[in-house]
C-alpha cells in the first residue's frame, strides 16, 4: 500500500486533517490519525467504558476544560491521576490561574517574588496557602464518623462537591458521580498539607478503597479503554488493575519519554500485552508527543467523527 500523500484546503477541520494524517498512515502523522480513530472507536463503544490516566503538568498545561467536558459529556467514565493535577485544578477552582512565563526565568527572583515555575508556567505561592486553608475547613465540614476512615476516591469526590466551578474536573465529576482515583495523591502539596492537620481532624484515609473501586468497575464493564497521558503511577495503576479481567480493549498513550531505559512512562502498549494489561485481540496505539499538542487534536478530531457519523 502507498503512502498517502497528505492533502491540505482552505477551510479544513481538525477531523479532516487528523483524517489525512490516517490515510498516510506513517510516522508521527498515522499515529495520531490511529489515535483519533481508535478514541472515536472507544467513545461511540455504548458498551465500554473509558478511562483518563493523567500525568504531567496537564491542568497547568490549559488542558483542564477539555478534561471537564469529556466528563460532562459522558465520554470518560473514570480519572485515574497524579496528586499535582488534582492540586492545580482545586487552585484554578478557587479563583487562582496559571500564568505564562518562560523557561528562561532566573528562579531565584521567581523565589523572592513568590512564584513556583513548572516550565514555562507560574503561579503564585499564596495559592497553596489559600488552598490549605480552603482544605482544613472543607475536610472538617466532613461527617468526622466518614473522615475517620474515608477512601481516597471519596475524599476527591467530597472535596468535588463543595467546589463551585463548572469548569472544574472535581466538581464535575463529584457532580455526576465519575470517580477520580488518586494512588499518589500524597505525593502533592494538598497531601502534604492534609498530613499536617489530619490527626487533629481524626482523618484516616484508605487507599485500598481506591482499588476496589477501580478493579469492580473494570471487572464489570464489558469493554475497557485507556487514553493514557503521561505515563508514572496512573498509568500503571490503571493498566494493573485491568489484569483482574485480562487486559483493556482499547489504548491510547501520549507520551514524550523513551522505552529505551526500561520504564514504565516510556514503555510502548505492546509491551504491556506481555503482562495480561492489554488483551491481545485490543486496538491500541503509542503516540510519541507532548500531550498538550496530541490530546486536543485526537479528541477534537474523534468528536467530529462522532458527530459527523
Not at 516510556?266 to 506481555?274: C, D, P, Q
Request: aromatic fraction near 8%; proline fraction near 3%; include cysteine.
Amino acid at each position: 500500500m502507498e503512502v498517502h500523500q497528505i492533502k491540505l484546503r482552505p477551510k479544513m477541520t481538525v477531523g479532516q486533517l487528523l483524517e489525512e494524517m490516517y490515510k498516510c498512515g506513517v510516522l508521527g502523522a498515522g499515529k495520531l490519525g490511529a489515535a483519533t480513530d481508535i478514541v472515536a472507536s472507544m467513545f461511540s463503544d455504548r458498551k465500554c467504558k473509558v478511562y483518563l490516566t493523567l500525568a504531567g503538568a496537564l491542568v497547568p498545561g490549559g488542558l483542564r476544560n477539555i478534561i471537564s467536558m469529556l466528563i460532562k459529556e459522558n465520554y470518560v467514565h473514570g480519572i485515574v491521576t497524579t496528586g499535582a493535577n488534582i492540586v492545580h485544578d482545586i487552585l484554578e477552582a478557587l479563583g487562582f490561574k496559571h500564568l505564562r512565563g518562560s523557561f528562561k526565568a532566573n528562579d531565584r527572583k521567581l523565589r523572592s517574588e513568590r512564584i513556583g515555575r513548572i516550565g514555562d508556567i507560574y503561579i503564585e505561592l499564596k495559592a497553596y496557602e489559600e488552598m490549605e486553608n480552603w482544605l482544613k475547613k472543607t475536610i472538617s465540614s466532613i461527617p468526622e464518623e466518614i473522615r475517620a476512615n474515608i477512601s481516597a476516591v471519596r475524599l476527591m469526590k467530597e472535596l468535588g462537591l463543595r467546589l463551585k466551578d463548572e469548569n472544574s474536573i472535581l466538581a464535575v465529576a463529584a457532580e455526576r458521580n465519575v470517580p477520580v482515583i488518586c494512588p499518589g495523591f500524597m505525593d502533592c502539596v494538598a497531601g502534604f498539607q492534609i498530613w499536617t492537620f489530619a490527626d487533629e481532624l481524626n482523618l484516616k484515609i484508605d487507599f485500598f478503597g481506591d482499588m476496589e473501586t477501580l478493579i469492580n468497575m473494570m471487572i464489570e464493564a464489558e469493554r475497557v479503554g485507556l487514553i493514557i497521558l503521561g505515563g508514572g503511577t496512573p498509568k500503571h495503576f490503571a493498566l494493573f488493575a485491568s489484569t483482574f479481567r485480562e487486559g483493556v480493549d482499547y489504548a491510547v498513550q501520549i507520551t514524550m519519554d523513551r522505552p529505551e531505559p526500561g520504564g514504565l512512562s516510556g514503555a510502548k502498549l505492546e509491551e504491556a500485552i506481555s503482562w495480561g494489561k492489554i488483551k491481545p485481540s485490543a486496538r491500541f496505539i503509542t503516540v510519541v508527543c507532548d500531550a498538550t499538542i496530541a490530546f486536543p487534536l485526537i479528541i477534537a478530531a474523534a468528536l467530529e467523527k462522532i458527530k459527523r457519523n
